[in-house]
Protein backbone atom coordinates (compact mmCIF):
# COMPACT_ATOMS: atom_id res chain seq x y z
CA UNK A 1 0.00 0.00 0.00
CA UNK A 2 1.52 3.56 -0.94
CA UNK A 3 0.97 6.80 0.57
CA UNK A 4 -0.73 7.58 3.72
CA UNK A 5 -4.71 6.74 4.68
CA UNK A 6 -6.98 9.70 4.73
CA UNK A 7 -10.48 8.46 4.30
CA UNK A 8 -13.25 5.86 4.42
CA UNK A 9 -16.08 6.42 2.09
CA UNK A 10 -19.25 4.22 1.90
CA UNK A 11 -20.32 3.76 -2.40
CA UNK A 12 -23.40 2.58 -3.04
CA UNK A 13 -22.06 0.78 -6.30
CA UNK A 14 -25.39 -0.73 -7.39
CA UNK A 15 -26.76 1.71 -9.39
CA UNK A 16 -23.55 2.18 -11.25
CA UNK A 17 -22.71 -1.10 -12.21
CA UNK A 18 -25.34 -3.17 -12.32
CA UNK A 19 -25.41 -2.22 -16.34
CA UNK A 20 -22.15 -3.27 -16.59
CA UNK A 21 -22.10 -7.00 -14.68
CA UNK A 22 -20.52 -5.34 -11.19
CA UNK A 23 -21.31 -6.42 -7.70
CA UNK A 24 -25.09 -5.27 -6.57
CA UNK A 25 -24.25 -4.33 -3.20
CA UNK A 26 -22.88 -1.41 -0.67
CA UNK A 27 -18.51 -1.57 -0.96
CA UNK A 28 -16.77 -0.17 1.38
CA UNK A 29 -13.86 1.30 -0.74
CA UNK A 30 -10.46 2.99 1.22
CA UNK A 31 -8.84 5.97 -0.35
CA UNK A 32 -5.27 6.17 -0.18
CA UNK A 33 -2.78 9.08 -1.13
CA UNK A 34 1.04 9.93 -1.18
CA UNK A 35 2.30 12.34 1.71
CA UNK A 36 2.47 14.90 -0.60
CA UNK A 37 -1.39 14.34 -1.86
CA UNK A 38 0.04 13.81 -5.25
CA UNK A 39 -1.41 9.97 -6.27
CA UNK A 40 -3.59 7.43 -4.44
CA UNK A 41 -4.48 3.95 -4.26
CA UNK A 42 -8.24 2.64 -4.84
CA UNK A 43 -8.81 -0.77 -3.46
CA UNK A 44 -11.13 -2.92 -2.18
CA UNK A 45 -11.83 -3.74 1.56
CA UNK A 46 -15.46 -4.80 2.41
CA UNK A 47 -15.35 -7.69 0.23
CA UNK A 48 -12.10 -9.71 -0.54
CA UNK A 49 -12.79 -10.47 -4.29
CA UNK A 50 -13.55 -8.32 -6.94
CA UNK A 51 -15.60 -10.93 -8.92
CA UNK A 52 -17.58 -8.96 -11.58
CA UNK A 53 -15.47 -5.91 -11.71
CA UNK A 54 -13.78 -6.76 -14.23
CA UNK A 55 -10.08 -6.79 -12.95
CA UNK A 56 -8.80 -6.39 -9.64
CA UNK A 57 -8.77 -3.16 -8.51
CA UNK A 58 -6.64 -3.47 -5.35
CA UNK A 59 -3.33 -2.22 -6.97
CA UNK A 60 -4.53 0.87 -9.46
CA UNK A 61 -2.83 4.34 -9.45
CA UNK A 62 -4.26 7.39 -10.30
CA UNK A 63 -3.33 10.79 -10.36
CA UNK A 64 -4.06 13.67 -8.35
CA UNK A 65 -8.16 14.56 -7.55
CA UNK A 66 -8.20 17.79 -9.94
CA UNK A 67 -6.51 15.28 -12.89
CA UNK A 68 -8.76 13.02 -12.98
CA UNK A 69 -9.04 9.05 -12.29
CA UNK A 70 -7.70 6.44 -14.76
CA UNK A 71 -9.52 3.27 -14.23
CA UNK A 72 -10.67 1.48 -17.12
CA UNK A 73 -13.53 -1.28 -14.45
CA UNK A 74 -15.23 1.54 -12.74
CA UNK A 75 -17.80 3.86 -14.89
CA UNK A 76 -17.01 7.87 -15.77
CA UNK A 77 -20.13 8.62 -13.79
CA UNK A 78 -18.53 7.13 -10.18
CA UNK A 79 -15.66 8.15 -10.83
CA UNK A 80 -16.41 11.52 -11.22
CA UNK A 81 -17.87 11.29 -8.14
CA UNK A 82 -15.03 10.05 -6.22
CA UNK A 83 -13.43 12.81 -7.75
CA UNK A 84 -15.57 15.38 -6.57
CA UNK A 85 -15.66 14.04 -2.75
CA UNK A 86 -11.87 13.93 -2.31
CA UNK A 87 -10.05 17.06 -1.95
CA UNK A 88 -6.10 17.40 -1.83
CA UNK A 89 -6.49 17.93 1.57
CA UNK A 90 -9.09 15.58 3.04
CA UNK A 91 -9.60 14.55 6.79
CA UNK A 92 -8.20 11.53 8.41
CA UNK A 93 -10.20 8.28 8.68
CA UNK A 94 -12.33 9.22 11.70
CA UNK A 95 -13.55 12.46 9.88
CA UNK A 96 -15.11 10.02 7.00
CA UNK A 97 -16.88 11.20 4.43
CA UNK A 98 -20.31 10.09 3.03
CA UNK A 99 -20.64 9.74 -0.77
CA UNK A 100 -24.25 11.01 -0.86
CA UNK A 101 -26.21 8.42 -2.81
CA UNK A 102 -30.30 9.79 -1.48
CA UNK A 103 -31.15 13.33 -1.43
CA UNK A 104 -32.31 13.57 2.66
CA UNK A 105 -33.79 16.52 3.95
CA UNK A 106 -35.63 17.74 6.98
CA UNK A 107 -37.49 20.77 8.65
CA UNK A 108 -38.87 21.72 11.97
CA UNK A 109 -40.70 24.82 13.11
CA UNK A 110 -38.86 27.51 13.37
CA UNK A 111 -39.15 28.69 16.57
CA UNK A 112 -39.05 27.35 20.07
CA UNK A 113 -40.47 23.90 20.84
CA UNK A 114 -41.44 21.99 24.13
CA UNK A 115 -42.40 18.02 24.35
CA UNK A 116 -42.77 16.71 20.60
CA UNK A 117 -41.66 17.81 17.94
CA UNK A 118 -42.91 17.01 14.41
CA UNK A 119 -39.70 16.64 11.88
CA UNK A 120 -41.10 16.69 8.38
CA UNK A 121 -38.75 14.51 6.22
CA UNK A 122 -38.13 14.11 2.59
CA UNK A 123 -36.65 11.11 0.52
CA UNK A 124 -35.29 10.94 -2.95
CA UNK A 125 -33.19 8.08 -4.64
CA UNK A 126 -33.22 5.66 -1.35
CA UNK A 127 -32.23 2.67 -2.23
CA UNK A 128 -35.12 -0.51 -1.40
CA UNK A 129 -34.14 -1.88 2.26
CA UNK A 130 -32.20 1.54 3.20
CA UNK A 131 -33.35 2.42 6.95
CA UNK A 132 -33.60 5.86 8.33
CA UNK A 133 -33.79 7.79 11.69
CA UNK A 134 -32.96 10.69 13.41
CA UNK A 135 -30.57 11.69 15.36
CA UNK A 136 -30.40 14.46 17.72
CA UNK A 137 -27.57 16.29 20.34
CA UNK A 138 -26.78 19.49 22.00
CA UNK A 139 -23.79 19.73 19.35
CA UNK A 140 -23.67 17.14 16.82
CA UNK A 141 -26.64 15.22 16.52
CA UNK A 142 -25.26 11.41 17.51
CA UNK A 143 -28.09 9.95 19.76
CA UNK A 144 -31.11 8.22 18.19
CA UNK A 145 -33.95 10.25 18.73
CA UNK A 146 -36.50 8.55 21.06
CA UNK A 147 -39.90 8.67 18.93
CA UNK A 148 -43.18 9.55 20.06
CA UNK A 149 -45.29 6.22 19.95
CA UNK A 150 -48.37 5.70 17.77
CA UNK A 151 -47.58 8.65 15.66
CA UNK A 152 -45.93 9.91 12.30
CA UNK A 153 -43.52 7.66 10.63
CA UNK A 154 -41.46 5.06 12.72
CA UNK A 155 -37.52 4.49 12.19
CA UNK A 156 -36.95 1.91 9.74
CA UNK A 157 -37.42 1.40 6.33
CA UNK A 158 -38.88 3.79 4.33
CA UNK A 159 -39.08 4.63 0.22
CA UNK A 160 -38.76 8.18 -1.67
CA UNK A 161 -41.32 10.63 -0.16
CA UNK A 162 -42.21 13.21 2.32
CA UNK A 163 -43.05 11.66 5.70
CA UNK A 164 -43.68 13.18 9.12
CA UNK A 165 -41.42 11.74 12.69
CA UNK A 166 -42.49 13.06 15.92
CA UNK A 167 -39.77 13.43 18.29
CA UNK A 168 -40.40 12.72 21.65
CA UNK A 169 -37.75 14.86 23.07
CA UNK A 170 -38.95 15.46 26.62
CA UNK A 171 -38.13 11.71 26.81
CA UNK A 172 -34.59 12.57 25.92
CA UNK A 173 -34.00 16.10 27.48
CA UNK A 174 -35.35 18.05 30.25
CA UNK A 175 -33.56 21.13 29.72
CA UNK A 176 -34.05 24.18 28.18
CA UNK A 177 -30.95 24.22 25.63
CA UNK A 178 -30.63 24.56 21.72
CA UNK A 179 -30.16 21.21 19.96
CA UNK A 180 -29.73 19.66 16.53
CA UNK A 181 -31.40 17.34 14.90
CA UNK A 182 -30.71 14.80 11.20
CA UNK A 183 -31.51 12.32 9.61
CA UNK A 184 -29.42 9.43 8.76
CA UNK A 185 -29.96 6.83 6.12
CA UNK A 186 -28.12 3.33 6.38
CA UNK A 187 -28.25 0.08 4.08
CA UNK A 188 -26.31 -2.72 5.17
CA UNK A 189 -25.13 -1.10 8.54
CA UNK A 190 -23.45 1.54 6.26
CA UNK A 191 -24.37 5.47 6.57
CA UNK A 192 -24.98 6.05 2.92
CA UNK A 193 -26.78 9.59 3.61
CA UNK A 194 -27.27 12.25 5.92
CA UNK A 195 -29.49 15.18 5.92
CA UNK A 196 -27.98 18.61 6.96
CA UNK A 197 -28.22 19.56 10.96
CA UNK A 198 -30.91 21.54 11.61
CA UNK A 199 -31.12 23.34 15.32
CA UNK A 200 -34.16 24.16 17.21
CA UNK A 201 -34.63 25.69 20.94
CA UNK A 202 -36.11 23.25 23.46
CA UNK A 203 -38.39 24.50 26.33
CA UNK A 204 -37.88 21.46 28.02
CA UNK A 205 -37.01 22.50 31.79
CA UNK A 206 -39.96 20.49 33.73
CA UNK A 207 -39.99 23.53 36.07
CA UNK A 208 -40.07 26.32 33.86
CA UNK A 209 -42.65 29.10 34.27
CA UNK A 210 -46.12 28.53 32.56
CA UNK A 211 -49.23 29.63 30.95
CA UNK A 212 -52.54 29.58 31.58
CA UNK A 213 -56.23 30.72 30.13
CA UNK A 214 -59.60 30.92 32.02
CA UNK A 215 -62.99 31.06 30.70
CA UNK A 216 -66.21 33.32 32.30
CA UNK A 217 -68.98 32.52 29.86
CA UNK A 218 -71.86 32.98 32.43
CA UNK A 219 -75.23 34.47 30.93
CA UNK A 220 -73.88 35.45 27.52
CA UNK A 221 -69.82 36.92 28.86
CA UNK A 222 -67.14 36.17 26.25
CA UNK A 223 -64.05 36.47 28.33
CA UNK A 224 -61.15 34.73 28.14
CA UNK A 225 -58.53 35.87 30.81
CA UNK A 226 -54.36 34.80 30.31
CA UNK A 227 -52.96 34.30 33.70
CA UNK A 228 -48.70 32.82 34.47
CA UNK A 229 -47.95 30.12 36.37
CA UNK A 230 -44.42 30.03 38.75
CA UNK A 231 -43.07 27.97 41.36
CA UNK A 232 -41.67 30.53 43.30
CA UNK A 233 -44.39 33.07 42.72
CA UNK A 234 -47.91 30.90 42.23
CA UNK A 235 -50.66 32.66 39.52
CA UNK A 236 -50.77 36.08 38.48
CA UNK A 237 -52.52 38.32 36.45
CA UNK A 238 -52.01 41.23 34.48
CA UNK A 239 -55.86 42.50 33.86
CA UNK A 240 -55.98 41.19 29.60
CA UNK A 241 -59.17 40.26 28.68
CA UNK A 242 -59.50 38.62 25.75
CA UNK A 243 -63.24 38.87 24.50
CA UNK A 244 -63.95 36.07 21.59
CA UNK A 245 -67.06 34.00 20.97
CA UNK A 246 -69.97 34.04 22.56
CA UNK A 247 -69.88 32.32 25.99
CA UNK A 248 -66.58 30.42 25.68
CA UNK A 249 -66.79 26.92 28.23
CA UNK A 250 -63.86 25.02 26.95
CA UNK A 251 -60.04 25.68 27.29
CA UNK A 252 -57.18 23.55 26.23
CA UNK A 253 -53.88 23.62 25.32
CA UNK A 254 -51.33 22.23 22.43
CA UNK A 255 -49.11 19.06 24.41
CA UNK A 256 -46.04 21.42 23.42
CA UNK A 257 -47.59 24.59 24.72
CA UNK A 258 -47.11 26.30 21.51
CA UNK A 259 -50.85 27.05 21.07
CA UNK A 260 -54.02 26.72 22.83
CA UNK A 261 -58.05 26.89 22.09
CA UNK A 262 -61.53 27.41 23.21
CA UNK A 263 -64.60 26.93 22.48
CA UNK A 264 -67.95 29.04 22.28
CA UNK A 265 -71.53 27.89 22.75
CA UNK A 266 -73.56 30.47 21.50
CA UNK A 267 -71.77 31.73 18.78
CA UNK A 268 -70.39 28.50 16.70
CA UNK A 269 -66.72 28.94 16.88
CA UNK A 270 -63.52 28.15 18.01
CA UNK A 271 -60.65 30.64 18.78
CA UNK A 272 -56.89 29.73 18.66
CA UNK A 273 -54.38 31.57 20.80
CA UNK A 274 -50.26 31.73 20.01
CA UNK A 275 -48.24 31.04 22.99
CA UNK A 276 -44.81 32.78 22.65
CA UNK A 277 -41.28 31.17 24.56
CA UNK A 278 -41.90 33.72 27.52
CA UNK A 279 -45.82 32.45 27.97
CA UNK A 280 -46.97 35.19 26.28
CA UNK A 281 -50.37 34.84 24.89
CA UNK A 282 -52.38 36.69 21.66
CA UNK A 283 -55.44 35.70 19.83
CA UNK A 284 -53.91 34.08 16.69
CA UNK A 285 -57.58 33.09 14.63
CA UNK A 286 -60.85 32.16 15.00
CA UNK A 287 -62.38 28.94 12.84
CA UNK A 288 -66.56 28.93 12.11
CA UNK A 289 -68.03 25.71 13.47
CA UNK A 290 -70.75 25.83 11.25
CA UNK A 291 -73.12 25.46 13.72
CA UNK A 292 -71.50 22.59 15.43
CA UNK A 293 -71.43 23.28 19.31
CA UNK A 294 -68.25 21.43 20.50
CA UNK A 295 -69.07 20.50 24.50
CA UNK A 296 -65.57 19.32 25.41
CA UNK A 297 -62.07 19.32 23.19
CA UNK A 298 -58.95 16.85 23.37
CA UNK A 299 -55.28 17.45 21.92
CA UNK A 300 -53.51 14.51 20.11
CA UNK A 301 -50.18 14.32 22.30
CA UNK A 302 -48.63 15.10 19.01
CA UNK A 303 -50.36 18.11 18.17
CA UNK A 304 -51.51 17.89 14.76
CA UNK A 305 -55.03 16.86 15.19
CA UNK A 306 -57.98 18.61 17.57
CA UNK A 307 -60.56 16.06 17.98
CA UNK A 308 -64.26 17.50 19.07
CA UNK A 309 -67.13 16.05 20.76
CA UNK A 310 -70.58 17.98 19.55
CA UNK A 311 -73.39 17.58 22.30
CA UNK A 312 -76.16 16.06 20.04
CA UNK A 313 -78.88 13.53 19.83
CA UNK A 314 -79.34 14.14 16.23
CA UNK A 315 -76.72 12.12 13.51
CA UNK A 316 -74.68 15.57 13.50
CA UNK A 317 -73.85 14.33 17.39
CA UNK A 318 -70.57 12.66 17.65
CA UNK A 319 -67.10 13.20 17.90
CA UNK A 320 -64.78 15.09 14.83
CA UNK A 321 -61.44 15.94 14.03
CA UNK A 322 -59.88 18.87 12.71
CA UNK A 323 -55.93 18.88 11.64
CA UNK A 324 -53.32 21.29 12.39
CA UNK A 325 -50.35 22.53 11.37
CA UNK A 326 -47.95 20.37 13.80
CA UNK A 327 -45.48 23.44 13.30
CA UNK A 328 -47.88 26.08 14.30
CA UNK A 329 -50.95 24.14 16.55
CA UNK A 330 -53.04 26.26 14.38
CA UNK A 331 -55.29 24.76 11.67
CA UNK A 332 -54.70 25.83 8.18
CA UNK A 333 -57.36 27.42 5.75
CA UNK A 334 -58.27 24.56 3.95
CA UNK A 335 -58.70 22.26 7.10
CA UNK A 336 -62.29 21.03 7.42
CA UNK A 337 -64.03 19.16 9.97
CA UNK A 338 -64.01 15.43 9.81
CA UNK A 339 -66.87 13.36 11.19
CA UNK A 340 -65.76 9.89 12.72
CA UNK A 341 -68.24 8.75 14.48
CA UNK A 342 -72.07 9.09 15.93
CA UNK A 343 -72.42 9.11 19.98
CA UNK A 344 -75.77 10.04 21.22
CA UNK A 345 -75.36 12.79 23.25
CA UNK A 346 -72.47 12.52 23.99
CA UNK A 347 -71.36 15.14 26.63
CA UNK A 348 -67.78 14.19 27.71
CA UNK A 349 -64.60 12.36 26.13
CA UNK A 350 -60.97 11.07 26.49
CA UNK A 351 -57.96 10.48 24.34
CA UNK A 352 -56.05 7.35 24.81
CA UNK A 353 -52.20 7.75 24.45
CA UNK A 354 -49.95 6.25 21.97
CA UNK A 355 -52.89 7.42 19.11
CA UNK A 356 -54.97 4.18 19.99
CA UNK A 357 -58.15 6.25 20.36
CA UNK A 358 -61.17 7.97 22.61
CA UNK A 359 -63.22 6.95 25.84
CA UNK A 360 -67.08 8.74 25.33
CA UNK A 361 -69.74 9.02 27.92
CA UNK A 362 -73.14 9.38 25.72
CA UNK A 363 -76.07 9.72 27.58
CA UNK A 364 -79.39 11.60 27.01
CA UNK A 365 -80.19 14.05 30.07
CA UNK A 366 -83.55 15.82 29.16
CA UNK A 367 -84.38 11.44 28.38
CA UNK A 368 -83.03 10.01 31.39
CA UNK A 369 -84.50 6.56 31.17
CA UNK A 370 -82.39 6.31 27.97
CA UNK A 371 -79.55 5.73 30.59
CA UNK A 372 -75.85 6.59 29.85
CA UNK A 373 -72.47 4.43 27.76
CA UNK A 374 -69.20 3.97 27.95
CA UNK A 375 -67.99 3.82 24.48
CA UNK A 376 -64.69 2.89 23.76
CA UNK A 377 -63.74 3.62 19.92
CA UNK A 378 -60.22 3.86 17.90
CA UNK A 379 -58.61 7.18 16.50
CA UNK A 380 -60.84 6.85 13.20
CA UNK A 381 -64.10 6.46 15.14
CA UNK A 382 -64.47 2.74 14.96
CA UNK A 383 -66.29 1.05 18.09
CA UNK A 384 -64.31 -1.53 19.83
CA UNK A 385 -66.61 -1.50 22.65
CA UNK A 386 -69.29 -0.33 25.10
CA UNK A 387 -70.19 -0.75 28.59
CA UNK A 388 -73.61 0.36 29.44
CA UNK A 389 -73.83 1.97 33.06
CA UNK A 390 -76.73 0.01 35.14
CA UNK A 391 -80.09 1.98 36.18
CA UNK A 392 -81.96 4.66 34.80
CA UNK A 393 -81.03 8.61 35.34
CA UNK A 394 -77.46 7.96 34.82
CA UNK A 395 -76.01 11.69 33.75
CA UNK A 396 -72.27 11.61 32.75
CA UNK A 397 -70.05 14.35 34.74
CA UNK A 398 -66.88 13.44 33.87
CA UNK A 399 -64.25 10.79 32.09
CA UNK A 400 -60.67 10.38 32.24
CA UNK A 401 -57.81 8.24 30.91
CA UNK A 402 -54.79 7.22 32.70
CA UNK A 403 -51.32 8.52 31.59
CA UNK A 404 -50.23 4.75 30.84
CA UNK A 405 -53.72 4.45 28.85
CA UNK A 406 -54.33 0.93 30.80
CA UNK A 407 -56.94 2.23 32.97
CA UNK A 408 -60.36 4.95 32.50
CA UNK A 409 -61.95 6.59 35.65
CA UNK A 410 -65.84 7.46 34.28
CA UNK A 411 -68.63 9.02 36.93
CA UNK A 412 -71.86 10.21 36.86
CA UNK A 413 -74.37 11.36 38.98
CA UNK A 414 -77.92 10.51 39.15
CA UNK A 415 -81.03 12.71 37.87
CA UNK A 416 -83.47 11.05 40.88
CA UNK A 417 -81.31 10.99 44.16
CA UNK A 418 -79.01 8.29 45.42
CA UNK A 419 -76.21 6.11 43.01
CA UNK A 420 -73.74 8.76 42.13
CA UNK A 421 -70.51 7.50 41.08
CA UNK A 422 -66.92 6.95 40.02
CA UNK A 423 -66.40 3.71 37.74
CA UNK A 424 -63.03 2.28 37.21
CA UNK A 425 -62.41 -0.07 34.08
CA UNK A 426 -59.35 -1.58 32.83
CA UNK A 427 -58.50 -0.74 29.38
CA UNK A 428 -57.00 -3.38 27.50
CA UNK A 429 -54.84 -4.15 23.76
CA UNK A 430 -57.26 -3.90 20.82
CA UNK A 431 -60.37 -2.13 22.89
CA UNK A 432 -61.57 -4.11 25.55
CA UNK A 433 -63.37 -2.68 28.27
CA UNK A 434 -63.75 -4.17 31.65
CA UNK A 435 -65.49 -3.10 34.50
CA UNK A 436 -62.87 -3.35 37.82
CA UNK A 437 -64.47 -1.30 40.91
CA UNK A 438 -66.49 1.74 41.83
CA UNK A 439 -66.84 4.22 44.60
CA UNK A 440 -69.59 6.89 46.03
CA UNK A 441 -68.40 10.07 45.30
CA UNK A 442 -71.51 12.39 45.79
CA UNK A 443 -72.77 14.22 42.45
CA UNK A 444 -69.13 14.42 40.99
CA UNK A 445 -68.36 17.14 38.34
CA UNK A 446 -64.57 16.53 37.19
CA UNK A 447 -61.74 14.04 37.54
CA UNK A 448 -57.73 13.75 37.04
CA UNK A 449 -55.40 11.55 37.32
CA UNK A 450 -51.90 11.66 39.15
CA UNK A 451 -48.97 11.44 36.65
CA UNK A 452 -48.34 8.10 38.31
CA UNK A 453 -51.74 6.33 37.94
CA UNK A 454 -51.42 5.51 41.62
CA UNK A 455 -53.92 8.39 42.89
CA UNK A 456 -56.95 10.56 41.24
CA UNK A 457 -58.62 13.97 42.05
CA UNK A 458 -62.63 13.53 41.79
CA UNK A 459 -64.81 16.71 42.41
CA UNK A 460 -68.65 16.64 44.47
CA UNK A 461 -70.17 19.79 43.11
CA UNK A 462 -72.78 20.06 45.56
CA UNK A 463 -70.49 18.99 48.28
CA UNK A 464 -68.27 21.55 48.05
CA UNK A 465 -65.31 18.74 48.07
CA UNK A 466 -62.51 17.29 46.67
CA UNK A 467 -62.00 13.83 47.02
CA UNK A 468 -58.24 12.04 46.51
CA UNK A 469 -58.97 9.20 45.02
CA UNK A 470 -56.46 5.91 45.76
CA UNK A 471 -56.83 3.33 42.18
CA UNK A 472 -55.73 -0.09 43.28
CA UNK A 473 -55.65 -3.23 40.70
CA UNK A 474 -58.95 -3.98 41.80
CA UNK A 475 -60.53 -1.46 44.28
CA UNK A 476 -61.12 2.35 44.21
CA UNK A 477 -61.14 4.46 47.49
CA UNK A 478 -61.08 7.64 48.95
CA UNK A 479 -58.01 8.72 50.75
CA UNK A 480 -58.91 12.10 51.48
CA UNK A 481 -60.53 15.00 51.27
CA UNK A 482 -60.55 19.05 50.45
CA UNK A 483 -63.06 21.62 51.22
CA UNK A 484 -63.36 23.76 47.88
CA UNK A 485 -66.35 25.91 47.94
CA UNK A 486 -68.54 25.02 44.50
CA UNK A 487 -65.48 22.89 42.64
CA UNK A 488 -66.24 23.19 38.75
CA UNK A 489 -63.22 21.66 36.43
CA UNK A 490 -59.65 20.41 37.45
CA UNK A 491 -56.45 20.93 35.66
CA UNK A 492 -52.89 19.68 36.33
CA UNK A 493 -49.28 20.19 35.82
CA UNK A 494 -48.02 17.27 34.39
CA UNK A 495 -44.38 17.91 34.31
CA UNK A 496 -41.98 18.45 37.11
CA UNK A 497 -42.22 18.86 40.78
CA UNK A 498 -45.31 20.32 40.16
CA UNK A 499 -46.58 17.56 38.54
CA UNK A 500 -49.66 16.68 40.69
CA UNK A 501 -50.71 19.96 41.51
CA UNK A 502 -54.22 19.81 40.86
CA UNK A 503 -56.11 23.05 39.90
CA UNK A 504 -59.54 23.29 40.94
CA UNK A 505 -62.08 26.16 39.57
CA UNK A 506 -64.07 27.40 42.36
CA UNK A 507 -66.66 29.68 43.48
CA UNK A 508 -67.50 30.80 47.38
CA UNK A 509 -71.34 30.46 47.79
CA UNK A 510 -70.67 33.02 50.75
CA UNK A 511 -68.76 35.66 48.83
CA UNK A 512 -68.68 35.05 45.45
CA UNK A 513 -65.35 34.97 44.71
CA UNK A 514 -63.83 32.83 42.07
CA UNK A 515 -60.93 31.71 41.87
CA UNK A 516 -58.21 28.55 41.67
CA UNK A 517 -57.90 26.62 44.50
CA UNK A 518 -54.77 24.13 44.12
CA UNK A 519 -54.14 20.65 45.61
CA UNK A 520 -51.44 18.16 46.29
CA UNK A 521 -51.20 14.87 46.81
CA UNK A 522 -48.47 13.87 49.15
CA UNK A 523 -47.76 10.18 50.42
CA UNK A 524 -51.25 9.48 49.74
CA UNK A 525 -52.91 12.70 51.43
CA UNK A 526 -54.68 15.35 49.40
CA UNK A 527 -53.14 18.69 51.04
CA UNK A 528 -54.17 22.38 49.61
CA UNK A 529 -50.85 23.78 48.75
CA UNK A 530 -52.42 27.41 47.73
CA UNK A 531 -54.87 29.58 46.27
CA UNK A 532 -55.10 32.13 43.24
CA UNK A 533 -58.48 34.61 43.81
CA UNK A 534 -59.60 36.18 40.59
CA UNK A 535 -62.62 38.22 42.40
CA UNK A 536 -66.05 37.79 43.23
CA UNK A 537 -68.96 38.64 40.41
CA UNK A 538 -70.19 37.84 37.63
CA UNK A 539 -67.68 38.55 35.59
CA UNK A 540 -65.17 36.54 36.80
CA UNK A 541 -67.14 33.55 37.52
CA UNK A 542 -64.81 30.76 36.11
CA UNK A 543 -65.97 27.96 33.69
CA UNK A 544 -63.22 26.01 32.48
CA UNK A 545 -59.05 26.32 33.04
CA UNK A 546 -56.46 25.32 31.24
CA UNK A 547 -52.38 25.56 32.13
CA UNK A 548 -49.69 24.72 29.71
CA UNK A 549 -48.06 21.40 29.66
Known amino acids: MKGTRFGLITLLLASHLVACGALDKVLDLDIAADADGTSADLWQVADGTTEGMGSDIAQEDWASPGDGIEHDALPEDLLSEIEEIIPVDAPGPDQADVVQVAEVSITV ?19 EGAEVALFWGQAEPTAPATSLQGYGSEPGVLGDGTYRMVWDSMADSQADSAVTLAA ?35 NGANRVRPLKYSLTQGFSYDGTVFEVGNRPISAVFHPGGISAVTSDIDSDQLTFYRVSADGRIEVAQTVATDGLYFEDLAWSQDGATLFLLNYNP ?23 FVFLSHHYAGSRMALLPANAGYVVLEGVEADPGSGLTVTLADVNGSILNQYPVPGDGSIASAVAVSPDGTRMLASYYNLFGAGDKVMLFDVGAGGTLEYAADVDVYDPADLQWSENGAFALALEAEGNKARLLKVSPQDLSIAGTGSTGLPLE ?23 VSGLRMYIEDAGQLKEHSFFGMGDGLDVLIDSVAIQP
Open 109 to 127: AQQWQRGPVSVMLSLDGVP
Open 184 to 218: RVSLGGNLIAASEPVTLELRNDPERDRAALVTNGI
Open 314 to 336: TPEGGVYALDLDPFTGLPPEESQ
Open 490 to 512: IASMKWGSMADLFIVTTVSASTG
